[in-house]
């Protein structure tokens, strides 16, 4: 086992710890980046730094494909490739399962995918995901598992599951680097509570360095998904970091560190940049709107980040349409606020103020107090009393928004 996981502080489920990987001591809960293919889009390595990034989340499917992990390999390894000294972790390739199921056959062997860069077919099994994910030289790297989407049901969820637990196994015999890198493995069983409480169970025998939380983000209801990572977090041991894959809105990275997880990923703060909208505290802001065009004031003006100092937004208005450097400076301001809201997180949590901290969060992005219904359900369970910012009577009714929440749901005035 190559990390230290250490918690610092506690607020009921909540925890902030100090997790020591080879390459980075990071402070969690964390948000990471995704730099698919060994690039933040836009972003330098010294620019990541500047704003605190701690781990970037490398694809392991995208980087087999090109540059090649042979390459990668040769020269040093990704770290070296992409000039970053601080932690990476790659993600398996599963998630291609769902994201190009047209291009996949899964069974009991591997996937084969057909490339879409030559059009060749490429089978990925447990044990050549974990070979190239040697060769990469992540901190963390993710075992190969059968992704479906949750909101499927019926047998496949439960075939998934168990094979999930088969390819797990010839993830660990596969793994030739336990003291350099760490082998997470991935829950899986849908939304039904027994199939991830088998699967669970099943990873935590195995002993592993961390565990993830799989298979959510993927257009399951809110009041489904927070049950999910509840249920899991409940059972996880408390001396492991804990990561909910595919998780990227602000508000869904607070629930969730409140029922106990750690880690996180997603393409949203810089994929929603390149489309013109800003994240801030009161939910988002859309750039290329006409409003925008003679506005003067900063993106966000709580924000200390190098573009709210120094950018206005009618000038990124007048660049988003226009020029790459619009998204280049977007995707910065994203990142910085995904970035202070770890550090938010974490201090709150170590100075025992963190119900302050959700309420002021929450205030900031309903301030009529009304918070979705999921979410009050969520703070209840974990026991986080958020009265305060509730308008008496004013919930929205929970069981049809998405995962992939659209961006117009919430905007910043």
Not at 154 to 182: S, V
Not at 189 to 209: Q, Y
Not at 259 to 282: H, I, K, N, S, W
Not at 290 to 308: G, L, S, Y
Request: charged share 20%; glycine share 8%.
């Amino acid at each position: 086992m190559a990390l230290r996981f250490e918690i610092l502080g506690r607020f009921n489920r909540a925890r902030a710890a100090q997790l020591t990987l080879p390459h980075f001591v990071c402070q969690t809960p964390l948000f990471m980046p995704v730099g698919t293919q060994g690039t933040i889009k836009g972003l330098t390595a010294d620019q990541l730094e500047e704003i605190g990034c701690q781990i970037i989340l490398g694809n392991t499917y995208h980087l087999a494909l090109r540059p090649t992990s042979e390459l990668i390999d040769e020269l040093g390894g990704l770290h070296k490739f992409m000039n970053w000294p601080r932690a990476l972790l790659t993600d398996s390739g599963g998630f291609q399962m769902v994201s190009l199921l047209h291009l996949a056959d899964i069974t009991e062997k591997g996937v084969t995918f057909q490339s879409p860069v030559d059009g060749k077919p490429m089978l990925l099994t447990p044990e050549e995901s974990i070979q190239i994910q040697n060769k990469i030289g992540a901190d963390i790297i993710m075992a190969l598992d059968d992704v479906v989407k949750t909101t499927i049901t019926g047998p496949r969820i439960e075939e998934a599951m168990h094979r999930t637990l088969r390819w797990i196994d010839r993830c660990i015999a596969a793994h030739k680097r336990p003291h350099d890198q760490n082998l997470f493995g991935i829950i899986q069983g849908g939304l039904d509570p027994v199939l991830r409480d088998i699967c669970v169970r099943g990873l935590v025998d195995r002993n592993l360095p961390g565990y993830a939380i799989g298979g959510l983000a993927g257009g399951e209801d809110k009041d489904s998904f927070w049950r999910v990572v509840a249920q899991c977090t409940a059972t996880l041991p408390e001396d492991k970091p804990r990561y909910v894959m595919g998780v990227g809105y602000p508000l869904d990275i607070v629930v969730c560190s409140a029922l106990g997880a750690d880690m996180y990923d997603c393409v949203y703060p810089t994929r929603t940049a390149r489309f013109g909208t800003a994240v801030v505290p009161e939910g988002v802001l859309k750039l290329k709107h006409k409003a925008m065009a003679e506005d003067t004031r900063p993106i966000d003006p709580t924000c200390a980040c190098m573009v709210c100092k120094n950018y206005t937004r009618a000038y990124i208005h007048s660049l988003v349409t226009k020029d790459a450097m619009g998204s280049q400076l977007l995707s910065f301001h994203n990142l910085y606020y995904m970035m202070q809201l770890s550090r938010n997180l974490h201090s709150s949590i170590v100075q025992g103020k963190f119900p302050e901290f959700v309420c002021n969060f929450l205030q900031k992005m309903f301030p009529k107090g009304d918070i979705p219904e999921w979410v009050c359900n969520a703070m209840e369970v974990a026991e986080i009393d958020i009265s305060s910012c509730c308008a008496p009577f004013r919930y929205i009714q929970a069981t049809k928004v998405q995962s992939n929440l659209n961006e117009d749901e919430i905007q910043a005035v």
